[in-house]
């Protein structure tokens, strides 16, 4: 998750040792987090994400954000069977917005729904080993700080104030998935 248990805590001004508000302080988290990357259209935390498709097109946009890299191509050749698309036969661009595959050889495919998988590990860039949340903009930290601090005050029952303000938090960080 991008922030805490700990800073969540220090947030409400709970003592750390205090233990008995921290299962539902995660699921505010979480759930925080989940609207953060719903309203942005960013995964914060790095993973792997598998984009599906039905055929190869030159020019393959990823409604992925941010894209740290596109793991591997595989799809299910004309007889059905598994394969993979070789490096050489494909272009990335990690930075343009959304990003971008630029398919230069075009294999045969099977014709069926989802017959191409591009596997992708997306999310900010972390530092750290192993993967954490050291890369993720402080902005977004705090926005998803101030909602686990209102609903865990308000008991989830949130405002549209409250609502309008986290947004405006995240604002600048929204992406537009194609």
């Given at each position: ?31 925080a987090?989940?609207q953060?990357?719903n309203?942005?259209g ?39 069977a ?21 398919i ?16 992708t ?5 972390s ?12 902005a977004?930290?705090?926005?998803i ?34």
């Open positions: 998750e991008p922030v805490t248990l700990s800073e969540c805590k220090n947030s409400l001004e709970i003592l750390s040792t205090e233990t008995r508000h921290d299962s539902k302080i995660g699921d505010y988290i979480a759930m987090t989940s953060a990357e309203y942005t960013q995964y914060f935390a790095q993973r792997t994400v598998t984009v599906n498709l039905d055929k190869f097109i030159e020019y393959i946009w990823l409604p992925v954000h941010p894209l740290l890299s596109v793991v591997s191509i595989t799809y299910y050749d004309g007889d059905d598994l394969q993979t698309l070789a490096t050489t036969d494909y272009e990335v661009d990690i930075y343009s917005l959304p990003p971008l595959i630029r230069t050889e075009f294999p045969s495919t099977k014709a069926k729904l989802n017959a191409i998988q591009i596997n590990t997306c999310g900010y860039d530092g750290n080993s192993p993967i954490g949340s050291d890369k993720i903009p402080d977004i930290k705090k926005a700080t101030f909602k686990v601090y209102q609903d865990f005050l308000n008991r989830g029952d949130e405002s549209e104030t409250v609502k309008t303000a986290f947004e405006r938090l995240l604002y600048s960080y929204r992406f537009t998935k194609v």
